[in-house]
């Protein structure tokens, strides 16, 4: 698969950075400290442009406010999400909702459903954030990538495909919180991509799918990425 300059780097569980071929350098998901699986002394890039957020629990969210502080960036997340970053003192946010797309310079990123719950809870409780969320990044001149957040396998999956035509997948297969393997191999049918990138699995040891089993799940002329944190690919 040819990225045409595009760099997508896993940092662990649900964490991506993706930097495209035009500098505009994407996070999502960020969870540093207390992630378990951050690559060691991996150094994010001085200027993060955006920050996405796919939903509001702690192992998506914990790292979103101080990086965001740090690096500058506009935190993008569905509406109820955003306002609560902006009450936790984040300068630039911009909220959203599922179906609709935003210009994030040459990238396209459009939010579409997911089928998990979302709250975040603080030291005062269980915040109202609204839905769990994925992204459909349309990059200029590049790939469409789609960053599913946590989610099970649903069949309007295939609208994402006959939408969009993500050629790059970026999906949990952990099993518990999210779907395992045999229901991601179903996803990736669904969704047409001929390249999978597997994430939130490991981190934990409840999260207990793997790459082997999905790639022997899945057809012929797709690829599923073997990768470690830290690795671009
Ligand atoms: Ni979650
Ligand atoms: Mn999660």
């Given amino acids: 698969m040819n990225l045409k300059g595009t760099r997508i780097t896993w940092l662990g569980h649900a964490t991506v950075l993706v930097q495209t071929a035009k500098g505009t350098n994407i996070l999502i998901d960020p ?33 979103v406010v101080p990086v965001a502080a740090k690096h500058h960036s506009t935190v993008v997340a569905i509406y109820e999400l955003a306002a609560y970053f902006a009450e936790k ?16 310079d040459d990238v396209s990123a459009t939010m579409v ?13 269980a915040h109202d954030v609204g839905v769990a969320a994925g992204f459909v990044l349309t990059i200029a001149d ?19 495909r006959d939408l969009y035509r993500p050629e790059v997948a970026i999906l949990p297969i952990g099993g518990h919180f999210t779907m395992g393997p045999k229901e991601a191999a179903l996803a990736v049918s669904l969704l047409g991509a001929k390249t999978i990138l597997p994430i939130h699995f490991g981190t934990f040891p409840p999260l207990t799918g793997t790459p082997e089993e999905l790639a022997a799940l899945v057809v012929t002329g797709v690829q599923v990425v073997r990768w470690a944190p830290g690795d671009s690919y």
């Avoid at 003192?89 to 994030?104: E, K, R, S």
């Avoid at 459903?113 to 409780?125: F, I, L, N, R, Y």
């Avoid at 469409?144 to 994402?160: P, S």
């Fill in 31 to 63: 969870f540093i400290t207390g992630n378990p699986k951050y690559p060691n002394g991996f150094v994010l890039p001085e200027k993060i442009h955006y920050i996405l957020a796919t939903h509001g629990h702690g192992d998506h969210i914990s790292d």
């Fill in 89 to 104: 003192g984040v300068a630039h946010t911009v909220g959203m909702n599922l179906g609709g797309t935003v210009q994030l």
């Fill in 113 to 125: 459903e997911a089928k998990h719950s979302s709250a975040a809870q603080d030291e005062s409780g």
């Fill in 142 to 160: 590049g790939p469409v990538l789609y960053h599913a957040g946590d989610t099970a396998v649903f069949g309007d999956m295939k609208l994402i």
